[in-house]
């Protein structure tokens, strides 16, 4: 194995990330408020074939996270696609993958946060409104802040106890209807099966519940075995989640007969299977479910500039470990309040419309890194594909396939994102 980059080698932060750590970043970061809602799209889409669409998305995935699987076993240092840009094709393109990266992680943590408020105001309606939804809004921002700067134990642990939460709402919702239901979560099949085309919307539609796993890779230089415990958990949360989003649509089918026109398909399942108290415990399920992703989101998205601080893409201030919590706190502090301002001046539309193209690129330089990283850095213990480069091909086809699907919006801002993280690279490099 060829040496790596050395700026890891200068990082201060302890590893103390486990596999099921990064398991509970990953499936946090796939797992947030998408599920609650779109099973009605879905079923409007494919009917009872719906539940196989989920398979399809998975299928879809699939690749995308086996080639970062294997990336991630080659590197010890934190930075995830700012290392596979890097080695592969040099720092300008490390930096824009980490750039992207951030940019999609930042204005989805400030949609979700408005997300999480506006779930909050259906308890307390001040919340949700005028100077009430910027004190919450100030909150969940401080707050998570507040949790990253104390130490990644802390954050990792907070997140456990969301995590439990809403898995257990979940698994509630699936077990309770397979109970109360029995064979009538069996689907039919009677009706016609769907259009290519309807097949293709539904498929685009739910892919964006498989997205958001890559946070799970970038705090390599936090983990304790990488080269193993990346794979491993990369894989199981996939895993984990298209098995649960399968059983979650078709409970969700069989207790509500008029799903696709419902715009609250969860709710209305839960009201329907447990009654008033169902319901108060799926938003329970919805409040807890942003939460964790917000966390997971925190934890993962400063080390980005952490890392391209440490490779003086950026100014050495994000670069700097709290003495005595070992945590990047200016990194986080800077992540914390800018996500504030964005969910206080936008909307979760607006937000959520930002980062879809953004991961796309993602997605697609990780995969064409794969045969340079593989040359330099495969060894008998890194996690390598089979199949030759069969795998990240077909990853990169399918990110293609699914850029074709965006809209103009996206388009623009991407374009936007990269021009500015152009100028950034520039300053930065004339100022190292």
């Known amino acids: 194995m060829q040496n790596q980059s050395t700026s890891f080698q200068n990082e201060k932060l302890p590893r103390q990330l486990g596999m099921w750590g990064i398991w509970l970043l990953v499936v946090n970061g796939l797992i947030g408020a998408g599920i609650f809602g779109l099973p009605s799209g879905a079923s409007a889409l494919a009917g009872d074939y719906s539940v196989w669409v989920y398979a399809i998305c998975a299928l879809l995935i699939l690749p995308v996270i086996l080639s970062f699987a294997e990336a991630g076993s080659y590197f010890r240092g934190t930075g995830g696609p700012v290392r596979y840009g890097t080695e592969a094709f040099g720092s300008f393109i490390g930096f824009q993958s980490g750039w992207l990266y951030y940019m999609a992680r930042l204005i989805s943590f400030s949609a979700n946060s408005v997300l ?88 685009l539609l739910l892919i964006y519940a498989f997205v958001g796993f890559e946070g799970g890779v970038v705090p390599a230089g936090e983990t304790k075995n990488p080269e193993k415990d990346m794979p491993k958990a990369l894989i199981l949360g996939l895993v984990s989640i298209v098995i649960l989003y399968m ?153 293609v396939w699914l850029m074709f699907q965006v809209s103009f919006t996206n388009i623009w801002m991407t374009v936007l994102f990269i021009v500015v993280g152009s100028g950034l690279y520039w300053i930065g490099s004339r100022g190292n």
């Not at 409104?129 to 700067?149: K, P, S």
């Not at 207790?255 to 108060?280: M, N, Q, R, T, Y």
């Open 116 to 203: 999480l408020v506006e779930s909050i105001g259906y308890f307390f309606a001040p919340a949700g409104e005028g100077i009430g939804r910027l004190i919450a809004l100030a909150l969940v921002c401080g707050g998570l802040t507040f949790v990253n700067v104390l130490g990644s134990v802390e954050s990792i642990r907070s997140l456990a106890v969301f995590t439990v939460i809403k898995f257990s709402v979940l698994i509630l919702l699936v077990f309770g209807g397979l109970v109360m239901l029995g064979s009538e979560v069996v689907p039919s099949f009677a009706q016609t099966a769907p259009s290519f085309t309807n097949l293709g919307a539904a498929t």
């Open 247 to 399: 059983l979650i649509q078709l409970v969700a089918e069989a207790a509500v007969p008029d799903l696709a026109s419902s715009e609250s398909p969860l709710l209305d399942a839960s009201s329907a299977l447990f009654g008033e108290f169902g319901a108060i415990i799926l938003m329970i399920g919805i409040v807890t479910s942003v939460t964790a992703n917000l966390m997971s989101n925190m934890f993962s998205s400063p080390r980005l500039t952490y890392a391209l601080a440490l490779d003086k893409s950026l100014p050495g201030w994000f670069g700097k470990v709290h003495p005595k919590l070992l945590t990047p706190s200016n990194s986080v502090l800077f992540f914390g309040g800018i996500a504030f301002v964005g969910a206080a001046m936008s909307s979760f539309t607006v937000l959520a419309a930002m980062t879809v193209l953004s991961r796309l690129f993602l997605y697609i330089i990780t995969c064409a890194a794969i045969p340079k990283l593989r040359s330099k850095f495969k060894s008998e213990n890194s996690f390598v594909l089979k199949g030759g480069y069969l795998i990240p091909i077909l990853g990169i086809l399918a990110c």
